[in-house]
């Protein structure tokens, strides 16, 4: 997709969601923190039911520390992956009582160097918690990048750094969210919704999707725009 393109199809999903932001629920940057290690490999939704319950009694460092790994895993037991998301949300908590006085680090090394903290997780919260213009690429934006054309990757890392080169200044703060509701609703994985897309006549691929018949699932998920980045 040619500039040009790309900065029409950005005025298109501000014009649709003016003020796009994340579907976790979340008061602070600790609890997005904490949301967001919660949600990978899990839904929103799933996250959110859990973190409704475990906030209510437990929402700051201390607090989750004291409830110590057995006690946090009652409330979030529901969640993919609870038991290693269990132990890494404990340490986590330890390095922000032990180095940052209680407080989320605003600095991408300190973010990484956080258990269960890992690039895309770090660019959520500077982009969602501290208004910085990073681009966290999770698989829907992978996905969508690569079949718009808007920044074509062959891994997360190429596609966030063709993203940044990509998106027009004023439109970096909200891609991230624009393209992940795309992602999460319009181009989906398997069947995406061109005839209702907003982008069908700008994207590289409009109607040239469809769900495989002939391949068996694990071949889908081999293939590059379907699979899920590492
Ligand atoms: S036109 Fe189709 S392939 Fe392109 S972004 Fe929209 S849903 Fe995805």
């Known amino acids: 997709m040619n500039s040009r393109r790309i900065t029409t199809a950005f005025k298109r999903l501000q014009k649709q969601r003016p003020d796009p932001t994340t579907e976790l629920n979340y008061r602070s940057a600790f609890e997005l923190l904490i949301s967001v290690i919660l949600s990978a490999q899990a839904t929103d939704l799933s996250v959110n039911r859990a973190t409704e319950k475990l906030y209510a009694v437990a929402n700051t460092p201390q607090a989750i520390k004291s409830l110590g790994v057995t006690g946090l895993k009652r409330y979030i037991r529901t969640i993919g992956l609870f038991n290693t998301k269990a132990a890494n949300i404990i340490k986590t908590c330890d390095i922000l009582l032990a180095r940052h006085a209680g407080e989320v680090p605003r600095t991408r090394d300190e973010l990484e160097a956080l258990p269960g903290v890992g690039r895309k997780t770090a660019n959520v919260i500077l982009n969602t918690a501290f208004g910085q213009p990073t681009i966290a690429v999770d ?92």
Request: net charge positive.
């Open 139 to 230: 698989t829907h934006i992978f996905r969508v990048a690569n079949r718009t054309g808007i920044a074509p990757g062959k891994d997360v890392i190429a596609v966030e750094t063709a993203l940044l080169q990509s998106v027009p200044e004023r439109f970096r703060q909200n891609a991230h969210h624009w393209l992940i509701l795309l992602g999460r609703y319009t181009c989906t994985a398997r069947k995406p919704k061109c005839d209702q897309c907003l982008l069908n006549d700008l994207c590289d691929t409009a109607f040239t999707w469809h769900a495989p018949t002939n391949r068996s699932s694990s071949e889908d998920s081999d293939h590059p725009l379907f699979s899920k980045p590492k």
